[in-house]
């Protein structure tokens, strides 16, 4: 009996949201898996088989304890992962920056960062990003679309395949886009990192970050994961975020502590947040007094990020963090001054996109800082 067509054997909600003419089967689960094989007559026991050499990189014929046949028949009917390598760009301390293309031709930014006995990758959650923070080379190009969690996935894929025999040990959600606006994708994408028959990263050393949108941070806290969450704070008042982060004006900084507080108490992991210093606008001590009463109580660490200025005629002051940090230090916050890496890269998340597609001036951000978020 001839096996119906792919789609009959995908599980409800697996749709690709990207163009595409074969499933894509990096973004399947390996219970998603048995049941696309099934389709095609295979046993169960295959699909671990599989989902092991799709995190692994392999192409079909590749996978030399399936079948021939079966390699024949997943060759003509999926995909093993839809990204392909467009360029890539390599910082002497080793941190590099892979754009890969999409088969709708748009281009997906991941980056590598080694440190010490660390290898983490900062992977991109859309295409463009919707919510325009004044900092963000990605705000200014704009929403095009959300990322499949396979395409996710796959950024972290191609970067262990680049990278071995080191092991990729940490994976951030700090790319381009808002993972909390992809939500279903970015948790499947977890998932599929931190099982055990793929690559296996712990969830504790992934990290998903979001501009602050307290439903999404809510929800993320009863998924049962363990990751940690960055929220990009920037200020302690509304006045000075609205200006930083536009999404402050529908989600005020109280209603995003007080997610945070939610998270912090269900999960017991600390938070992180990010704090941009732009020098005169978020450092007073004013700002310092009042991120203090905000945090009290609730176990976080700040992570300073020196800035430029806003004004591009105004020179640098790299000593700026490093008094805000003393500011905060005085009353009790757990602060890092978090060290620039992939400037040479064009580090900063949609910055490589950028100039790959034209757009010259979209990363020349107002105030950049001098990693993504």
Not at 59 to 79: I, V, W
């Given at each position: 009996?001839?096996?119906?067509?792919?789609?009959?054997?995908?599980?409800?909600?697996?749709?690709?949201?990207?163009?595409?003419?074969k499933a894509d089967l990096l973004g399947l689960l390996p219970d998603e898996l048995v049941l696309f094989l099934r389709g095609l007559g295979q046993p169960r026991y295959r699909a671990g088989q599989l989902f092991s050499w799709l995190h692994r990189g392999?192409?079909?014929?590749?996978?030399?304890?399936?079948?021939k046949l079966l390699r024949s028949r997943l060759a003509e009917l999926a995909s093993a992962g839809t990204l392909r390598a467009e360029a890539q760009e390599t910082a002497p301390d080793g941190a590099a920056k892979l754009a890969l293309r999409a088969t709708d031709e748009h281009l997906v930014e991941t980056v590598l960062l080694p440190h010490g006995r660390r290898t983490?990758?900062?992977?991109?959650?859309?295409?463009?990003?919707?919510?325009?923070?004044?900092?963000?080379?990605?705000?200014r190009q704009g929403l095009v679309r959300s990322l499949t969690a396979g395409e996710i996935v796959?950024?972290?894929?191609?970067v262990q395949q680049a990278c071995h025999p080191t092991r990729v040990t940490n994976v951030v959600f700090m790319g381009m886009g808002e993972p909390l606006a992809n939500y279903h994708a970015v948790v499947k994408?977890?998932?599929?990192?931190?099982?055990?028959?793929?690559?296996?990263?712990?969830?504790?050393?992934?990290?998903?970050?979001?501009?602050?949108?307290?439903?999404?941070i809510r929800r993320l806290a009863s998924e049962g994961l363990q990751v940690a969450l960055a929220i990009s704070l920037h200020a302690a008042t509304d006045d000075v975020?609205?200006?930083?982060?536009?999404?402050?004006?529908?989600?005020?900084?109280?209603?995003?502590?007080?997610?945070?507080?939610?998270?912090?108490?269900r999960?017991?992991?600390?938070?992180a947040f990010q704090y941009v210093v732009v020098p005169g606008l978020n450092d007073t001590p004013d700002q310092a007094r009042r991120l203090a009463a905000l945090t009290h109580g609730l176990p976080c660490i700040v992570n300073l990020i020196p800035c430029n200025p806003l004004s591009n005629s105004e020179p640098t002051d790299p000593r700026s963090a490093g008094r805000f940090a003393h500011l905060l230090r005085a009353r009790g916050i757990a602060v890092a001054i978090r060290r620039s890496r992939g400037a040479e890269v064009l580090g900063a998340c949609g910055q490589l996109r950028s100039r790959l597609i034209g757009q010259k001036d979209a990363g020349r951000a107002e105030a950049r800082p001098a990693k993504a978020r």
């Amino acid at each position: 009996m001839r096996p119906a067509g792919v789609g009959a054997y995908l599980p409800a909600g697996i749709a690709m949201k990207a163009p595409a003419t074969k499933a894509d089967l990096l973004g399947l689960l390996p219970d998603e898996l048995v049941l696309f094989l099934r389709g095609l007559g295979q046993p169960r026991y295959r699909a671990g088989q599989l989902f092991s050499w799709l995190h692994r990189g392999a192409a079909f014929d590749e996978m030399t304890d399936l079948p021939k046949l079966l390699r024949s028949r997943l060759a003509e009917l999926a995909s093993a992962g839809t990204l392909r390598a467009e360029a890539q760009e390599t910082a002497p301390d080793g941190a590099a920056k892979l754009a890969l293309r999409a088969t709708d031709e748009h281009l997906v930014e991941t980056v590598l960062l080694p440190h010490g006995r660390r290898t983490t990758v900062c992977v991109s959650s859309q295409i463009g990003c919707a919510y325009q923070c004044r900092f963000c080379a990605t705000g200014r190009q704009g929403l095009v679309r959300s990322l499949t969690a396979g395409e996710i996935v796959e950024q972290v894929v191609r970067v262990q395949q680049a990278c071995h025999p080191t092991r990729v040990t940490n994976v951030v959600f700090m790319g381009m886009g808002e993972p909390l606006a992809n939500y279903h994708a970015v948790v499947k994408a977890v998932r599929l990192l931190n099982h055990s028959g793929g690559l296996h990263i712990g969830a504790r050393h992934i990290a998903v970050s979001t501009c602050g949108l307290p439903d999404g941070i809510r929800r993320l806290a009863s998924e049962g994961l363990q990751v940690a969450l960055a929220i990009s704070l920037h200020a302690a008042t509304d006045d000075v975020r609205s200006q930083l982060v536009p999404a402050n004006r529908k989600h005020p900084i109280a209603e995003v502590v007080s997610a945070a507080r939610a998270y912090a108490e269900r999960t017991g992991r600390k938070i992180a947040f990010q704090y941009v210093v732009v020098p005169g606008l978020n450092d007073t001590p004013d700002q310092a007094r009042r991120l203090a009463a905000l945090t009290h109580g609730l176990p976080c660490i700040v992570n300073l990020i020196p800035c430029n200025p806003l004004s591009n005629s105004e020179p640098t002051d790299p000593r700026s963090a490093g008094r805000f940090a003393h500011l905060l230090r005085a009353r009790g916050i757990a602060v890092a001054i978090r060290r620039s890496r992939g400037a040479e890269v064009l580090g900063a998340c949609g910055q490589l996109r950028s100039r790959l597609i034209g757009q010259k001036d979209a990363g020349r951000a107002e105030a950049r800082p001098a990693k993504a978020r």
